[in-house]
């Protein structure tokens, strides 16, 4: 699906306080499998994330989606390919204040122009298949940590994504609300959907729901299996 060859990635290139977060990233990302990131922080892993997702660009390297070399593509070429082949559940959410959970999930896809009935029903769908149909009129400020991390993964699946990338989703969850995360992703999976994450919490990255565990450390791959 994703193939990652040779990849660097520099922070200040040039100054005083260089920094490469990623240094010689080879690294095959297949479809309808759960992958995950572990590594210490600092390690490379949300680096990693944001230029599979096409939120940042390699300093060295490429990028290649379904075999097409995407580096170099202008940026709203890459707004394009985010939009419709990747959802995005941040550590912190992101969600906006002053809205409501169903204003919030079909935000994404309003870009797409698709009719506003069409996007309502398939946020309704998402809401109840994660039980929280009944939040719907809520502003996600009135929300539970839980709550507002399934408004998240609903938001991150208006737009039927391809692929689903989740940076430290349980960091700010306890352990019962984390497990209730496992068993959604769980869910996705058993439906085929592909989803790269980055965890170094054990509930994470040592459930039966990942399919392969990749170790970062310094910006290298240190271990795939």
Not at 167 to 194: C, K, Q, V, W, Y
Request: charged letters at 30%; a neutral charge; glycine letters at 8%.
């Amino acid at each position: 699906m994703i193939e990652l060859s040779a990849i660097r990635k520099a922070f200040n290139q040039g100054r005083e306080n260089e920094f490469w977060a990623l240094d010689g990233i080879d690294l095959h990302i297949e479809a309808q499998k759960v992958t995950a990131l572990r590594g210490p922080s600092g390690s490379g892993k949300t680096t990693l994330l944001t230029l599979v997702g096409c939120l940042a660009r390699p300093t060295e390297g490429r990028v290649r989606l379904a075999g097409e070399d995407i580096s170099g593509l202008p940026e709203r070429f890459l707004t394009e390919i985010r939009r419709r082949r990747f959802g995005f559940v941040f550590q912190q959410f992101n969600l906006i204040k002053g809205l409501s959970a169903l204003d919030n999930i079909i935000l994404p896809a309003y870009p797409t122009g698709q009719p506003r009935k069409q996007l309502l029903e398939r946020a309704e769908e998402l809401l109840a298949r994660l039980k929280l149909g009944h939040r719907r009129a809520a502003k996600v400020e009135w929300l539970s940590g839980g709550e507002q991390q399934r408004v998240a993964i609903c938001r991150a699946l208006i737009n039927d994504p391809e692929l689903l990338i989740a940076d430290e989703p349980t960091a700010n969850l306890d352990s019962h609300l984390a497990r209730e995360f496992m068993a959604i992703l769980e869910a996705l999976a058993g439906d085929g959907r592909s989803i790269l994450l980055s965890s170094h919490d054990p509930l994470v990255t040592g459930s039966e729901v990942v399919d392969r565990l990749v170790e970062m450390r310094d910006g290298r791959i240190v271990d795939d299996r």
